[in-house]
T-cell receptor, first 115, second 111 residues
Framework: DQQVKQNSPSLSVQEGRISILNCDYT??????FLWYKKYPAEGPTFLIS?????DKNEDGRFTVFLNKSAKHLSLHIVPSQPGDSAVYFCAASAGWISGTYKYIFGTGTRLKVLA | EPEVTQTPSHQVTQMGQEVILRCVPI?????FYWYRQILGQKVEFLVS????????KSEIFDDQFSVERPDGSNFTLKIRSTKLEDSAMYFC?????????FGPGTRLTVT
């Protein structure tokens, strides 16, 4: 059941450059998308989200782009910093169904920012 | 900034024993969740809880699992008779609307 896919298991980027993390989904009912950052042995930390009525959302160094026709979203981190090194998960939700906003997670992309 | 807290951070138990994992969600949140991540695998949905009842559960959440919000602040996950394959990080999450915030997790090791 791979409804949310992150096809790149890892990514290395030089400090100061842009990091682009990608995520694809298959379920057209998904209408809300979130990005989380996770360090080993810690919980996912919420970074940024986007509703399907938008195609871009920005928060500081983080920007998420949504292409609904391609069922694709991306997270841009500019400029990348060594502290950004972590595993990044995208998650998707299909709206209010039976009293829940259930989130389906991708498999994660390990980002390494090189100093 | 308010955050979700979980206790204990690490729980070791023997197969067949009962465990209770505890969570304190963010105080004005309405929706509560348990997720788990087996080592090296993806974060998986277990159960969601709203208005004092389970709103959805996954196929993983069988009769061995139960959740409770006993006092309006704590949110617990009970596993009645643990199996080796229950070893995982268990994450509690809460949300007021659509942005869910996760706790630091409890590492459950079943021996």
């Amino acid at each position: 059941d791979q409804q949310v896919k992150q096809n790149s298991p890892s990514l290395s980027v030089q400090e100061g450059r842009i990091s682009i993390l990608n995520c694809d989904y298959t379920n057209s009912m998904f209408d809300y998308f979130l990005w989380y950052k996770k360090y080993p042995a810690e919980g996912p930390t919420f970074l940024i989200s986007i509703s399907s009525i938008k195609d871009k959302n920005e928060d500081g160094r983080f920007t998420v782009f949504l292409n609904k026709s391609a069922k694709h979203l991306s997270l841009h981190i500019v400029p990348s910093q060594p502290g950004d090194s972590a595993v990044y998960f995208c998650a998707a939700s299909a709206g209010w169904i039976s009293g829940t906003y259930k989130y389906i997670f991708g498999t994660g992309t390990r980002l390494k920012v090189l100093a | 900034e308010p955050e979700v807290t979980q206790t204990p951070s690490h729980q070791v138990t023997q197969m067949g024993q009962e465990v209770i994992l505890r969570c304190v969600p963010i105080s004005n949140h309405l929706y509560f969740y348990w997720y788990r991540q087996i080592l090296g695998q993806k974060v998986e949905f277990l159960v969601s809880f709203y208005n004092n009842e389970i709103s959805e559960k996954s196929e993983i959440f069988d009769d061995q699992f139960s959740v409770e919000r006993p006092d309006g602040s704590n949110f617990t996950l009970k596993i009645r008779s643990t199996k080796l394959e229950d070893s995982a990080m268990y994450f509690c999450a809460s949300s007021r609307s659509r942005d869910a915030y996760f706790g630091p997790g409890t590492r459950l090791t079943v021996t």
